[in-house]
Structures are given as C-alpha cells and as structure tokens.
C-alpha cells in the first residue's frame, strides 16, 4: 500500500487546532452503502469521527444506494426501504445537513456518467486484483455469476470520490484498496487530458476501524445479525451486554481475568468516556476481585446513556419522513451543481464536448 495514510484520533483532533488552520477548505467524502441501519460499529468506526470533521471540512456524505445495489440487484428493496433510515440515523447521532451535504448517488446522474468513462482506464484484470473485491466476491460465493456491477463497484467508487474532488476520504481499512485505485484513475486521467483535472485523495482512518460482535467472533454487521442498532430499545441493550463473551477461564470474582480480547473492555474502550477508569477497571479484574456481572453493568449504563438520546432523535426523524426527503433532496441538489463541473471537464478531456 502505498498511500500515506492519515490516523485520525476523535479525541485529539477535538482538542487541536492545528490540522484544523492547515486544511479548513479541504473536501471530505464519505458514504455508507443503503443496505440497513446503522449500528454501534458504524458510530465508533465512522459516524463520530464525521461529527468532528463537519466541523473542520467541507463534508459531503452519500447514501450509496447504487453501490448498495451491486449486490441486491434481485433484492432491490434492501436498498430502497433503507435509504430513509440512513438518513435518520445520521440526523440522530448529530450530523448537521446545514454544515455537510448529506446526497443521494442514485439522484446525481454525473456519478453514473463519471463511471462510464472511467470504465475505459481500468481493465478486468485490475479489477480482480483489488484484494477488497477479491475478499468479498470469495466471502458472497457468486461463483460464476458475478455482477457486472459488483466487480466495477471501486470505479464508480472512484467516480464518487473524484466527482466531489475530495481529498480527503474517511475509510475502514478494507477500503484502502479502493482509494489506491481511485487514485490511479485520477493520474490517468489527468494524463490524457494533459492538465491536473483530478484530485488524488488520502484516506483518513478511524482509530477504532472495526468492533467486535458482542461474541466476539466477527465484526458487528448487520448481515451477520450480531450487531446493536442506533434505535436498540433498553432491553435489547440489557441482552446484548449481557451476551457478551469476557474471559472464557474467569470464573470466580476473586479469579484474576484476562483483559485481551475480553469483548467488554473493547467496548469500554470505545464507548466509556473516562479512559483513566477503565485503565482502573483493567487493573482490578487483573488482579482479580471484579466479577464479569459488575464489569457488564458498567457497560450496560454506558450504552444506555449513550444510545437513549440517538434513539428519541431518531424516532422523531423517521416519524416525518418528509422532513427526510427534504434534507436529502436539498443536498442532492447541492451536490447535483458541484459534480457536473467534473463530469464537464473529464468528458473534455476525452475531447467529448462539441455541445
Ligand atoms: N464503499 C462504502 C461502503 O462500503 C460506501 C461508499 C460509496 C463510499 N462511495 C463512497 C465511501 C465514497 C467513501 C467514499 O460503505
């Protein structure tokens, strides 16, 4: 991987200046594919950090309806029935459609347009290479029947990201592969056209970029059924914690247990506001004496506390779907004016521009 990469840490990004005065005016793109709600993984792996950035850049989030459908094209309500809910979720935990555009990809015909003609720089082969890809189309079992749209996904990826000229791109590191490649299409772009049209962008990884399924085994995801949505009521939280894994050979209270991978003090780790307290709750169920049932409670009124007001606000979001539809369609617009000026000159470039 040859990208610089940039780690972004919430807490000392809040409390700094500097990276702010360097780059103010800096775009920042972000997506989430429309295919459920969003859930504790995405708050901590991306949502909080979009929070912070919202504030220092110029951020455009899309709703990747398209890209949702690149694997649902036999399920397409996957997709529609979930563009809504992405949005109330994003509302909820805070982001704010007066300071980020929040865009359908659907709704900006440029993103398809941008795709076509990047589809002529990038061959089949660079496509299979792109280990994202390569993971997920081993992990979804196509077999022969790949979607042609599936395997072009990092194009019109590409097409997202240079369409906003962003340069700036908040990723998971799964999707660093996808920045690589937009970044090749982006020099070869700008050489056909002879000129610096494109951007090449970095991405910003999240210091928490994956949280553990309350048993640990996986990646909270909503496919998997192991996650805890935005909207969990006080009961489903109350199971949840409860259900998590901790130390399997920590039996007795007054036992000594297992810190590493104890699912609980991921959690806290990432959830628990006061790091000193938990760096003390750590020592104490080292040294034993701190029993499993006592350590969940912690988490368990953690949790509460945070996800009870994204609920409410939530509630109230989803409950006036046309307050909905008009946050996006307004920033749909938006981005409708911002991304023709590129899809301008990239067909320029191809010398496609008699009228
Ligand atoms: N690939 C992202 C996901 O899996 C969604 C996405 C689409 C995206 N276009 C993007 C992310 C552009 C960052 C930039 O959720």
Partial sequence: MNNQ??????????????????????????????????????????????????????QTILVADLQGLTDNGHNPHKV??????????????????????????????????LTM????????????????????IASKAFGQSIPTGFLTYPISQAADITAFKATLVPVGDDQLPMIEQTNEIVRKLNHIAGQQILVECQPLLSKVSRLPSCD????????????????ASAKQITTAVKSMYTDANHLKVEQPGQVAGNVVFTYLDAFYPDADYVAQLKAHYQQGGLGDGALKKILEECLQQLIAPIRERRAMYINDKAQLIEI?????EHAQAETDQVLQQVKSAFGLNLF
């Fill in 117 to 136: 003609y990047y589809a002529n720089l990038v061959s089949v082969a660079r496509l299979m290479r792109n280990p994202t890809v390569k993971s997920e």
């Fill in 328 to 332: 996006l369609k307004a920033g749909t």
């Fill in 5 to 58: 990469s940039t780690l972004l840490d919430t807490k000392a990004l809040a409390t700094t200046t500097a990276v702010t005065k360097a780059s103010s005016k800096a775009k920042v793109l972000t997506g989430d594919r429309a295919t459920g709600q969003l859930h504790l993984g995405h708050y901590v792996g991306s949502l909080q950090q979009r929070l912070i950035l919202q504030e220092q850049y110029e």
């Fill in 216 to 231: 640990g085994k996986n990646k909270m995801s909503k496919s998997m059924g192991n996650c805890i949505l935005l909207d």
């Fill in 80 to 113: 529609s029935d979930n563009i809504l809910n992405v949005v109330a979720d994003y509302l909820a935990v805070g982001i704010d459609p007066t300071k980020t555009t929040i865009c359908l990809q659907s709704a900006i015909p440029a993103l398809s347009e």
